[in-house]
């Protein structure tokens, strides 16, 4: 996949801000175009919060399943 000079260095700068290597932050970048473009009512700050959620491990006492 041939991607634009542009891009990866905006990832790169982005990325070492949030301690990400370049194929994380576009990773992130399109999981954030993915959850914009499917609820295009959200804010950011909830797309973000939303995502976040996603990786933190589940509290025992609130497990499902």
Do not use: T
Request: charge should be negative; charged fraction near 30%.
């Amino acid at each position: 996949m041939k991607l634009s000079e542009s891009l990866v260095e905006q990832a790169r700068l982005h990325g070492n801000v949030q301690h990400r290597s370049v194929p994380k932050q576009i990773e992130y970048w399109s999981r954030i175009g993915k959850v914009a473009e499917e609820n295009p009512d959200l804010p950011f700050s909830m797309i973000r919060d939303i995502l976040i959620a996603r990786q933190e491990q589940p509290v025992e006492e609130y497990r499902f399943g």
